[in-house]
């Protein structure tokens, strides 16, 4: 029994939506097969591709078709974040700092998309940059001030940030003197 492309495309992406993946592959390869023109096709099918195969060299492909066919589509540029971090060479800053670009292009065109917003922040934590990934925290945290797990990065960065300027504020005393 053929199944039309909109019932593969409504299926798969369900099957997607509930983590099952490997299940949802070959109905987002059939709907791409007819129609490779659906941005969110493309970014999920790239995902499945990714994690079921654990080869992300076609996803890296029909990404980047697809930054060329939809440059303002952010949700490309989160993917290739991801998989720029995850599966990039082995050096991890290289990685990092290839995430960060992409995830800041996604920024840039969804500055109100939470999990945009957080992944940028964590790509900055891993980089060191703590500063930067307090704002973005911060900004996650304005965007949805009901997610628990934004919020409790935003409360460690804080301490963290307040542990520093203290050992900062205390390495400039230049004499201690002990008191008998």
């Known amino acids: 029994c053929e199944i039309s492309p909109e019932k593969a495309r409504t299926e798969g992406f369900a099957l997607y939506d509930n983590g099952n993946y490997e299940e949802a592959l070959p109905f987002l390869e059939k709907v791409f097969e007819i129609n490779s023109t659906d941005p969110e096709l493309i970014v999920r099918l790239a995902y499945c591709r990714t994690v079921v195969n654990d080869n992300p060299t076609s996803a890296i492909e029909i990404l980047t078709d697809s930054v060329i066919q939809f440059p303002d589509y952010a949700r ?72 628990h797990e934004i919020r409790m990065r935003l409360i460690q960065i804080e301490s963290i940030l307040q542990q520093r300027t203290l050992l900062d504020s205390l390495s400039g005393i230049d004499t201690i003197v002990f008191r008998p």
């Open 76 to 147: 490309t540029y989160y993917e290739l974040s991801q998989i720029a971090y995850q599966y990039g060479p082995a050096q991890k800053d290289i990685n990092i700092d290839q995430a960060l670009e992409f995830s800041g292009k996604a920024v840039e065109l969804a500055p109100e998309d939470v999990s945009i917003l957080e992944n940028h922040a964590n790509f900055h934590m891993l980089r060191g940059n703590l500063d930067s990934a307090y704002v973005w925290y911060k900004t996650a945290n304005n965007v949805a001030p009901d997610q």
